[in-house]
C-alpha cells in the first residue's frame, strides 16, 4: 500500500497563533510532497511542492512566509500556519509520490484549521 | 499547463440507476488521468487512473472510465450505483511537472 497520515485531523487556534500540520507517508518513501487547500464545496488548490532537503516550492499568490513548508526527511513533511487569521481557516491536505512515480500523488486524510 | 473541466456540478441519481461523470481534460501531450472521490470531511480516495494502454479503465467499487483522445475527455461510469457513492468526485490530470490539476467537483446525490 501507501498510506499517507495527517496529524491533527483537526485543529483550533486563536488569532495570531501558529499551528503545524504533519504529513507522513507511512509504508513509502516520499521524495515528493504536496500540500492542498480546499475551500468549502470547492477543489483543491495546489499550495506548494516540497522535495525531501529542498526548499519547497510555492504557488503563485501563496504566501511563502505565512506557510512554512519543512520537508525533512523522506517520511515527513510539515506545514506550519504562522500568526493564523480567520480567512486561514480551511481544509489542508497533503499528498505523496514515490521516488520514481512521479505522476501519481497519494492523499492524506486532510486537517481542518478553524481559527477563532 | 493542464486543466481540467467537470461540466456538472451536481447530479442526482436513483439508487439502482446508472451514472456518468463528465471530464474534459486541456493537455498538449499525453495527460495522466485520475479520479479520485472524497467524502465529507476527508481525503481523497482514489478510483482509476489512466497512464497508457487500454483506453478502458476498472477501477475500485465497480467505476469505470474511457479515455477518448479524441474528445479530451475521461467520463467516468457505474452500472448501477448505491448509496454509499454518495459523495463529492474530482477529475485531476498529471503532466510532467509532478503537478496534479484538479477540476472543479461533481456531487452526487443518490435517492432511494
Known amino acids: 500500500g501507501a498510506v499517507v497520515s495527517q496529524h491533527p485531523s483537526w485543529v483550533i487556534c486563536k488569532s495570531g497563533t501558529s499551528v503545524k500540520i504533519e504529513c507522513r507517508s507511512l509504508?513509502?518513501?516520499?521524495?515528493?510532497m504536496f500540500w492542498y487547500r480546499q475551500f468549502p464545496k470547492q477543489s483543491l488548490m495546489l499550495m506548494a511542492t516540497?522535495?525531501?532537503?529542498?526548499?519547497?516550492?510555492?504557488e503563485q499568490g501563496v504566501e511563502k512566509d505565512k506557510f512554512l513548508i519543512n520537508h525533512a526527511s523522506l517520511t515527513l513533511s510539515t506545514l506550519t500556519v504562522t500568526s493564523a487569521h480567520p480567512e486561514d481557516s480551511s481544509f489542508y491536505i497533503c499528498s505523496a509520490s514515490k521516488a520514481g512515480i512521479f505522476y501519481e500523488q497519494f492523499f492524506g486524510p486532510g486537517t481542518r484549521l478553524t481559527v477563532l | 499547463a493542464q486543466s481540467v473541466t467537470q461540466p456538472d456540478i451536481h447530479i442526482t441519481v436513483s439508487e439502482g440507476a446508472s451514472l456518468e461523470l463528465r471530464c474534459n481534460y486541456s493537455?498538449?501531450?499525453?495527460?495522466?488521468l485520475f479520479w479520485y472521490v472524497q467524502s465529507p470531511g476527508q481525503g481523497l480516495q482514489l478510483l482509476l487512473k489512466y497512464f497508457s494502454g487500454d483506453t478502458l479503465v476498472q477501477g475500485i467499487k465497480g467505476f469505470e472510465a474511457e479515455f477518448k483522445r479524441s474528445q479530451s475527455s475521461f467520463n467516468l461510469r457505474k452500472p448501477s450505483v448505491h448509496w454509499s457513492d454518495a459523495a463529492e468526485y474530482f477529475c485531476a490530470v498529471g503532466a510532467n511537472d509532478y503537478k496534479l490539476s484538479f477540476g472543479a467537483g461533481t456531487t452526487v446525490t443518490v435517492r432511494a
Open positions: 516540497s522535495n525531501e532537503g529542498s526548499k519547497a516550492t510555492y
Open positions: 493537455y498538449g501531450a499525453t495527460p495522466y
Open positions: 509504508d513509502f518513501q516520499a521524495t515528493t
